[in-house]
């Protein structure tokens, strides 16, 4: 589904990723994990399209397309959905406004026709059901006066309003206790089918007693340095990062 | 011509030209603006809500005075005390130990030619002041000093109808931190008029924290201009403190010219009787990345009256500014007046600006709650005041200088706290 | 990554340029230019008025003559030549229209253009807009009379009020703006040629939302249109008022004047939707919107301004509230856009004289392109209103680096039992939410909109409905291509 073949992107001057290299197959469950600062933010708004960072190196693909020359939208239209880590507010823009507007627009560039409110009120339905979403939060302001838990839980919503063909959790455990984890997680499970594909991103081993990958990968210093089962996740939680620095430092 | 002639100024005319070496062509240029405008009106948007024709028709002259004890004015413990009484200095009460790497020199003992960075076209109080500058300072703070206790200097006006044009310069260069302490009292006398300019260039990476108390009586007039720079890093803070005065205007003009900077301007007044205080400032953000921080609050009692209008401009291409400014006021009678004009003026367009401006009353749901708790009803509201001070009150770092305002405070409005 | 290109930017900004950029081909009746009295007097002359009017007029003009055009505004204009001005011009077939049938064909494809569709409103049962349509100064039609007509509601243009209505118009007219106002309410008191009237009877709620359209039409004319609502005690009626204008190298002048008067328990809703021509992208033509619109309030009610305001080259306008009557009520909702070289001086005043009196003010100032978007606003407690109350909220959001954002707030407090509470922002558009929107699929362009009308929102939801689809639909256009 995606393959990335050493990556290399910057900010302003300073180099971050420095030649990562991934392949998520339809079906598979990735996690990312790695100390602060090893670039797991940065991967995933390099995905998403932002445009702070600057790619240097390397190559994007997704689904036979290159990824890097599409636009934000066009990645998003393309089925590349992003759980924020910090999700924004938009005062005065309802959810559903917001969620309506981007499955049409997603729809309109598939050359679907625009959805019906009815089916999209039942989709509503649905859908919020599924992360135990108030429906009155669909009616509020984008993630405006949203706890931190509703908001990441308003993330998976959209998720599976959306149906994407990727999605990239960015640390959607922080600042979650653990009934709005479990709630989040579980979402996050049942929208899994053998076409999609998930890339979880995390600092923690926590989320991934409840989310389990298929593999486990360890960024460090802008690349994957080491990648196993869910087992390695155990690991790190038990000896933290350092024993990978060292490894790495023996291996040089 | 018969126009002008009807709105010129009088309280100028009894005065003699200055005696100090201020350049020619400033008094050129001052002698041209007294003589063709006029005393500010209302319609005047600049003193739109301060009436000065009671200034106008005061002929006010300069008189050397003496007073016995400079105790009563002292703001902080300071071997570096300079005392101006009408404007003169004061050998015998000041305290000349001047700090390393400071220089203090007074303009009348000054042998070059004195220039002026405010503006002395249209603006009669400027104009006032340099073409009969009665005396002033120059206080330089060299590169890379610190200076642990602040400089202070304090001024007195004692005689019936004087006016004090005085000049203060201070330069704070290079990585320098200091502080500068001013105290405006007036001993004896009616009617005097102190028409004070303070002009400030904070250069690159420098701290500089100026602590200002007005306290004269409430039938004198007080004008006081500060024209600051700031350079590239620099750190500049200025409290006011209105705590007495008839006529009181603040010009505070800050001109941010370099990158970085910070800018904090507080002010807190307490009116009473018939005072009248217009604050006035400007903050001009002419370059990007820089922040400033205002705050003013007023309690306004009797038929007093407080103005504030305070400016912020963003220049085009001053990107990156983040600019705050607030007013708040409490009226405790029913004669009290507050005009309160924030403004903001933005030309460019990655900033963060607000203002806000909050006029009320004492919470009384507050104070029932404290005499429920056995407070009488003087100091439940003493208390709530003090509180809504305290937030400028807050931003004062020298305690000596908490302390004296505290004194003023139980004095002249009877605090107890 | 295909960013937003300056070529799609300016086939953007071409292909959005004005629509309602249409001319109609009337004949029309129109005065020689420039000003004096015997231009007035053909004026009144025209319309039939009686001698108290025209004197009125004729004081107004002496009035006008005295005063000098204001210059406080933030605004950077070439000041109209008076002289050059027509002053009157009416569609020729200017007779009265008994029935919609009536109206003649192109008239009613020009409003069909305007997005009136009044046939269809009328065929459409249970819709409840009755229309007054102004073109260049004349009042051409007003739907829905006999309606009105049973509940005794008068709606009608100005000149039918002053025919008809003498007394009415008479007691009321200039009564909220004296002629002695300001330079451009002298003007109008002056020269005015027509506008719309509406009475409420006593008690009388109107079922429907009365409303005006308003368009100048004809080249070097000037529209100065009066509109003067009487609510009656106890009434209720929710006025909406559209404005359009032709696209023109010449800066067209529109000064016009609103007098609302709310008795005691009365209330009335005013909306507007201001789409006169803006000029083009490089700043030419375009109106001059130079507009004094104020209301009185008796005991117990309530005046609420709500304002969107997208088009004119200069705007000068602060539809204002006398709260007079204890307990009464005023309100300011406002959005205002500036794009290319538009600019706005717009706000409002809110004059509390009575006791427990409140006010709200929201104001919401975009500004594109290089454009420049001031809010003035007045909040003055008098020493008699006790327990008076504001709250005011001005928010500013730029687009563009080279646009203005700049807020004159006056607070003239008098009263101690007074609470006034002011706050306004200015910040950028933000980035992190365009994002946050284009990577759920929404593009750029679409995203701005969703941004800027939550941003409106607590204003658009003021509009009646009809009326903040328009209002949402006027935002997205007029931002198109704009973000720098």
Redesign the interface.
Known sequence: MIKIENLHARVEEKEILKGLNLTVNAGEIHAIMGPNGAGKSTLASVL????DFEVTEGSVDFDGEDL??????E???EGL??A?QY???????SNV???R???N??RE?KGEDPISAKDFMAMVREKSALVELDAKLASR??NEGFSGGEKKRNEIF?MAM?NPKLSILDETDSGLDIDALRIVANGVNKLKTKNNATIVITHYQRLLDYIVPDFVHVLFDGKIVKTGGKELALELEEKGYDWIKEELAAAH | MAVIAENTVNFTKALAPTSLSVSKSNIEKAMYTLENSPLPTTRNEAWKYTRLVKIGKVKFQNTKATIASIDPYKIVESACTFVFVNGHFSAELSSRVIPAGVTCELLSELNEEIGTSVNLENELFNATNTAHLTGGIRITISAKTVVESPIQIIHVLKGDHVISNFRTIIKAEKFSKSAIVQGFFSEEGEVNFCNNITEVSVEDNAFLTIDKIQYESENSFHINTEEVQQAKNSNFTINTFTLNGGIVRNNLHINVNGENCESHLNGAYLLKNKQHVDNHSIVDHKVPNCESFELYKGVIDDNSTGVFNGKVYVRQDAQKINAFQSNGNVLLSDNATINSKPELEIYADDVKCSHGSTTGQLDEEAVFYLRARGLSEKSARQLMVSAFIGEVLNKVENEQVLDFIHGILRKRFDWNL | ??NYTEDQLAKDLESQEYKFGFTSNFESDKAPKGLNEDIIRFISAKKEEPEWLLNHRLEAFAVWKSLVEPEWAHVQYTKPDFQDITYYAAPKQSKKYESWDDVDPEMKETMKKLGISLDEQQRLTGTNVAVDFVMDSVSVATSFKAKLNELGIIFCSFSEAVQDHPELVRAHMGTVVPTTDNFYAALNSAVFTDGSFCYIPKGVRCPMELSTYFRINEGGTGQFERTLVVADEGSYVSYLEGCTAPQRDENQLHAAVVELIAKDGAEIKYSTVQNWYPGDKDGKGGIFNFVTKRGICGTNSKISWTQVETGSAVTWKYPSCILKGDNSIGEFYSVAVTNNYQQADTGTKMIHLGKNTKSTIISKGISAGKSHNSYRGLVQIHKNASNARNFSQCDSLLMTDECGAHTFPYIECKNSSAKIEHEATTSKI?E??I??????????E?AIG??V??????VLNQLPMEFAVEAQKLLSISLEGSVG
Do not use: W
């Open positions: 998403a399209g932002r445009e890097l020359e599409m636009d934000t939208e990645r998003a239209r959905f992003l924020f999700p924004v507010e938009i005062p005065g823009v406004n917001f969620l507007t981007a499955i627009e997603i560039h302001s984008v959209q959306l | 990554m295909s933000g992190d939410q994002f946050y929107c284009k990577q759920r699929g929404i593009s750029e679409k969703l941004i009308n939550g941003y409106c929102k607590e």
